[in-house]
């Protein structure tokens, strides 16, 4: 089975990490598939996130790291996947996330969504929040892989 697990990844927080290594145990193959969304304004362009991921899922064998625009469903369509892997942190990710694998079961009745609760240590992670205390120089060492936290010290500090 072929999974692909879609996201913005801005930046990627151990959170994603924790979904990424529990899919990729699963899956016979995980597809990490990164939004480039220009509607959107990002802290790293989609090939520095697609670059970091990259780096950090390197010493994964069933992971391949790709970006993707448009719709999901046509991309999982192109990839050869009928699931979707998306993780839970919360009640609030569920109804977003339980209306999204609708939404998609609706445009392509092949594609099934397995969604993925985050360890518990993961729960009060997000990519906003991590920014969030980057910017105002909090500790964030636990939250982000190494490749994250240098690339965040990089960006930020010509930002602050």
Known sequence: MIAVYPGSFDPTTMGHIDIINRASNIADALIVAVLAN???????????????????TADMPKVQVTHFEGLLVNFAKEVGSRVIIRGLRA??????????????????????????????????????????????????????????????????????
Do not use: W
Not at 38 to 56: C, Y
Not at 126 to 145: C, E, L, R, T, W
């Open 38 to 56: 220009p509607s959107k304004s990002a802290l790293f362009t989609t090939d520095e996130r697609v670059n970091q991921l990259k780096e950090i």
């Open 91 to 160: 009640i609030t990710d569920f109804d977003y996330e339980f209306q999204m694998a609708l939404t998609n079961r609706e445009m392509n009745s092949e594609l099934e969504t397995l969604l993925i609760p985050t360890s518990a240590k993961c729960l009060f992670l997000s990519s906003s929040v991590v920014k969030q205390i980057a910017m105002f120089g909090g500790n964030y060492d636990k939250m982000v892989p190494p490749v994250i936290k240098r690339d965040l010290e990089r960006k930020l500090g010509g930002l602050k």
